[in-house]
DNA sequence: CGCTAATCTAGAACAAGTTTCAGACTTGAT
DNA sequence: ATCAAGTCTGAAACTTGTTCTAGATTAGCG
């Protein structure tokens, strides 16, 4: 359940502790640029500079640019994750809670709208050849929003609305991101398809 | 209502015949080099050497690779509303066509899967200064799917639906695309996204 | 026709992602 | 402590998107 993006080998050796340390120094130098001017001012010459790491060992941890990003989001979303456990939505209604949350992650998220921009957009930019990654950035939010209906064992219909519903986080995500909606309209998109979850959900109103 | 990506003036003067010429002859080699590598395979030099203009030019009529893929969305997007409106969709239920239609859009795609990852790549890349084209071909789709509904008149939670239902549609191409969804995950997707229509037809099943 | 402004061309130049390589440094095993 | 294998560094090179320039061509106009 960890596809870690480590030096070389997937999963082999179980990184020293200096190479922990790079590690961290790099993500963290993508983080800190990112947030100044978004996908376009994360610049890997850059970020080898930042945290002190040759050019070379930086594509060594991390094969791209996009596999970078794509690193520092599940950093984020790891994050994230971890502060939404600790204050869970309190809506009464499974719908309800799913849009209390992704709200709530939407909020975090326009404190640092560059940081978004780079991530998203490395997201869905992403090629085949990160796809591991992705998917698992794609587990980590499946279990934030499964968490936020407080499922255990959800039915494969309601697996299906959740698809859709991070269809619809992403997407939506991306519009914002480019202006081309506003918060309000965020927010409407994620209300409406939240209502797919009263619709799978067999204690809904009826029953 | 047409943003035409036309050189220096944005709407100014209507283009010469051999610039419309020029136009046709650089969307056409953008095409056809997509198809055959997708996004990567398009590269400014070559198209501006297959379409027989100088770089300078190209960038001229397009300001950038994203605006030029865009353009080529855009230009492939007519073509398939013009063959859609010829064979409507046969579902009684409007989720049904509607599906039914994004379906046949999906088949479609399929045919060229590596123009349809240019396209779709470029399209949720492309930053604000693509703004108006990416709009273009958003209201566009929006044209498609209403027109699959049989709808002149739509409700705002009508077109609430169709956005969210957009949403899954771009985001579910990406999945596929990337390698991350098969297109029988594209079509449950599809079909558990129309189901909002149902929630907000008014003549769905009650009253 | 002849002029002027706009457009087009060829090609160099620049920017940022990515690759490569020789040599210095670490690590782990003996 | 020593050696081999693996890792890191610094720097150059390569690729492709983008910009710039000087001169040739074209379009519109009097």
Redesign the pocket.
Known sequence: MSAEAS???PA??PL????EA?RRRILHASAQLASRGGF?A?????VAESS??????????F??????LVATMQDQLEHMHGTLRKKPPTGERAAERVAETLMRAFRALQREPHLADAMVRALTFADRSVSPEVDQVSRQTTAIILDSMGLTDPTPEQLSAVRVIEHTWHSALITWLSGRASIAQVRIDIETVCRLIDVTDPHASDD
Chains 1, 2 share one sequence.
């Open positions: 030096p070389q080998r082999h050796s020293t502790e200096r190479q790079r376009d994360v610049q890997m010459r850059e002190q790491v040759a050019l070379g060992t930086l594509y060594r941890y094969p791209s640019k996009v596999h970078l």
